[in-house]
């Protein structure tokens, strides 16, 4: 941490993305790439995924399906993981149809109604509240409202696309 004492916050962020510096000093301008090809796949395999995101089910569901040849399992998991990437590609379209910035939050903020609403059934129901299974559940049906939400907004952006490119 001694080379880091007179360097701007600037230099700190530019080390920690871009990895360490092959000087020691913090006048030294040469960095270390390695690894930084990597970040790039993974960001970029990522986005992709986001924007069509039947891939990851497909390839989540028949490869846990050829490991496990268990149907029920391997739906279960492609849909866990499939609804991260749902929500990433549902706010975007949101935005995009909207013209707004509100996308990713107005999911974060219902899913949060969510917890509650579900939490507090749980409780008033049971005494308690099992996390894992509120958790689960509220997962599982965000991934049904994202995909049906993805249908919708893809839709109403290839009408809209149509309708500006006619007029």
Do not use: E
């Amino acid at each position: 941490m001694d080379q880091w004492q007179h360097c701007g916050i600037g230099q700190i962020v530019r080390y920690v993305c871009r990895g360490s510096r092959a000087g020691h000093g913090p006048d030294s301008r040469s960095y270390d790439t390695r690894g930084v090809n990597h970040l790039d796949f993974l960001k970029n395999s990522f986005f992709f995924l986001s924007m069509l995101p039947f891939f990851p089910f497909l390839l989540v569901y028949f490869g846990h399906y050829w490991w496990k040849h268990n149907k029920k399992t391997s739906l279960k998991l492609a849909m866990d993981v499939t609804t991260l990437f749902l929500i990433i590609s549902v706010s975007a379209l949101f935005n995009l149809t909207f013209d707004s910035r509100f996308g990713f939050y107005l999911i974060l903020l219902l899913l949060l109604i969510a917890i509650g609403l579900i939490g507090s059934a749980q409780n008033r129901m049971k005494g308690k509240v099992n996390v894992q299974k509120m958790v689960k559940l509220i997962w599982r049906m965000s991934f049904v409202i994202m995909s049906l939400s993805y249908l919708l907004f893809a839709f109403i952006g290839i009408f809209k696309y149509i309708f500006l490119t006619m007029s």
